[in-house]
């Protein structure tokens, strides 16, 4: 028995920041921007709005386009490194926001690899036999911890959420085996320092701007390059697949720059590699998920996708699965038009 996607759902805030209205406050231009990262503009969320906030209007999404009975769902995994508070869990929000009435929810924080952490024990509660209907989440209000006062971070990250449906099959199709990676000594090259039991929120941690995510960027970039790419060909070999089997790749969105390093790499076509950094930046727990929801209507039944990620921890892994049936929608195209409703729905 496999655990495959059979619906996605989506969201993003309306409101736009683009790399034009960044330069107008830190010292960097549309032009470095671009060349450096790839990202144009990023979505972000108004001050009432909280990351459950973007989770609920994304699984929202999923339920309605889909047709989803909320009551079959079993459990809801909530991948984000921005809950919405530090207790209790923003998933008990989501499930309460949503009307997953016979659902637990469960946090899950392994920052920009939280979705493929979540998706990998969704599959493996799924094979298990002892669930069958799950909603699993990467949602992120990167807002809330980026210094805009910071160039090196504040160009990078953007706010969304994005669910998938996994349910159990036998038809061959869904999820393969997967490969997840920890590597503890990369805390201190990316991190929000301050706001935990480490050190909680004093006059001093506000003063020196420590509550804010700080980066390493460019050891972190390379560490990001040299473990998506070799996961991703672990990954393969366990799957016993080729590069050239692989249909599309859904990379992690951080940089473009990491993202095309990582598909030479592999040796993997550019217009296979699935990219929509440009319009989001990094969403974090939301990258993996976005793309699924903005590209879903690209993948085929029986295509095989190959998801790597890389995040602070540091946390890497890959995976690769058989795209499988979807359940039907209610609506042939719904990207625009579904982004807006949201919109309306989360405000
Ligand atoms: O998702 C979690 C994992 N995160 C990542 O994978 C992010 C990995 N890192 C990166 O994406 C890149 O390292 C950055 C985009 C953060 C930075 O790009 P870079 O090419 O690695 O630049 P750098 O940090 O090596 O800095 C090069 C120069 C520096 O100036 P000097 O020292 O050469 O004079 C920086 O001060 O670029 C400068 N710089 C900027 N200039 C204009 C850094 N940020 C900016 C900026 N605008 N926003």
Request: hydrophobic letters at 40%; a negative charge.
């Amino acid at each position: 028995m496999n655990a495959v996607i059979t619906a996605i759902g989506g969201f993003v805030p309306s409101s736009i920041l683009t790399n034009k209205k960044i330069s107008e406050t830190v010292d960097t231009s549309d032009e470095w921007i671009v060349k450096r990262t790839g990202i144009k503009e990023r979505r972000i969320a108004d001050d009432n709005t909280a990351t459950s906030d973007l989770a609920a209007a994304a699984v929202e999404n999923l339920l309605e386009n889909y047709k989803v009975d909320r009551e079959e769902i079993e459990a809801l995994l909530v991948a984000t490194a921005t809950p919405d508070h530090i207790l209790a869990p923003t998933a008990s929000i989501v499930c309460e926001k949503s009307g997953l009435v016979n659902a637990f929810g469960i946090d899950m924080n392994a920052a920009c690899s939280g979705f493929l952490y979540a998706l990998e024990m969704g599959a493996n509660m799924i094979e298990s036999g002892r669930y069958s209907k799950l909603i699993i989440v990467g949602a992120d209000k990167m807002s809330s911890i980026v210094d805009y006062e910071d160039r090196n971070t504040c160009i990078l990250f953007g706010d969304g959420a994005g669910a998938v449906l996994l349910e159990k099959t036998e038809s061959g199709n869904g999820l393969m085996k997967t490969i997840l990676k920890t590597d503890g000594s990369g805390v201190s090259s990316l991190a929000v320092p301050a706001g935990g039991s480490r050190t909680p929120i004093s006059m001093q941690s506000l003063l020196h701007r420590t509550h804010y995510l700080k980066q390493d960027g460019a050891f972190v970039f390379k560490k990001a390059v040299s473990s998506m790419s070799q996961v991703s060909q672990d990954a393969l070999a366990k799957n016993e697949l080729q590069a050239d089997e692989i249909d599309w790749v859904i990379p992690h969105q951080a940089n473009l720059r990491i993202i095309n390093a990582v598909g030479e790499s592999l040796n993997i076509d550019a217009e296979k590699v699935k990219v929509n950094i440009e319009r989001y930046g990094n969403t974090t727990s939301a990258t993996v998920p976005l793309c699924l929801w903005d590209f879903k209507n690209d993948f085929k039944e029986g295509q095989n996708l190959l998801i790597t990620t890389f995040g602070a921890g540091f946390s890497w892994g890959a995976t690769c699965l058989k795209w499988g049936v979807m359940r039907d929608e209610k609506t042939a195209k719904i990207s625009k038009n579904t982004t807006e409703k949201s919109v309306v729905m989360a405000h």
